[in-house]
């Protein structure tokens, strides 16, 4: 399969009205609970990876980004619950335990992208939960999708320890949130359903 990575990682930028679109996401991406929105937003973006489509969305659908991005918290909830469940277990044990504990988060969270997309596409959070068409999905579209997990994974600790460090600096790190919170959900949307 091939895959014009240049594309999609100016994705957001194809769109007339980027500017815009982009400012309304970062703003909302720094604000707590409001923030909601832009898991919906992200949502729409996997969409367009799924049907190839080069804009960004409008933001004018406010209530489906709100319901959409409630259902995607409780879908990434669910599969965050054994990890988390496994690090209060097994936290106990020196160095396997912990070691256990974060093999085990990164294996289940690799689920996230594939649930979401696969909720986005259907609308019905059941769909989220097959796994076994999750794995399928998962392995039709490797090696693309575990280096691109794995690549989201490592900007976002990034982006999490530079949020941290700089906090003055939020707008920014709003703006390197929404920009990579689009590019990947456009992207995972993409492998999901193209491999």
């Not at 957001?12 to 991406?29: E, H, S």
């Not at 280096?147 to 600790?157: E, K, N, P, Q």
């Amino acid at each position: 399969m091939n895959i014009y990575w240049q594309n999609m990682l100016t994705y957001p930028f194809a769109d007339k009205y980027w500017p815009l679109k982009i400012l309304i996401g970062t703003v909302l991406t720094i604000i707590p609970v409001v923030n909601i929105v832009t898991l919906g937003y992200y949502l729409a973006c996997m969409r367009r990876g799924i049907m190839c489509r080069y804009d960004l969305p409008d933001w004018i659908n406010w209530r489906q980004f709100v319901q959409e991005g409630l259902w995607a918290l409780l879908i990434i909830i669910f599969y965050l619950l054994p990890p988390l469940a496994g690090f209060i277990v097994l936290g106990n044990i020196p160095f396997l335990g912990g070691f256990f504990s974060s093999l085990l988060l990164l294996c289940v969270s690799s689920l996230i992208p594939v649930a979401l997309a696969n909720f986005s596409l259907s609308r019905r959070l059941e769909d989220a939960f097959k796994c076994g068409d999750l794995i399928i999905n998962i392995i039709r579209a490797q090696p693309h999708y575990m280096m691109l997990y794995l690549f989201a994974v490592f900007l976002l600790s990034i982006l999490l320890i530079f949020t941290i460090i700089a906090p003055v600096l939020i707008l920014l790190s709003g703006v390197l949130f929404f920009y990579m919170g689009t590019v990947m959900s456009y992207i995972f949307g993409f492998l999901c359903y193209r491999c």
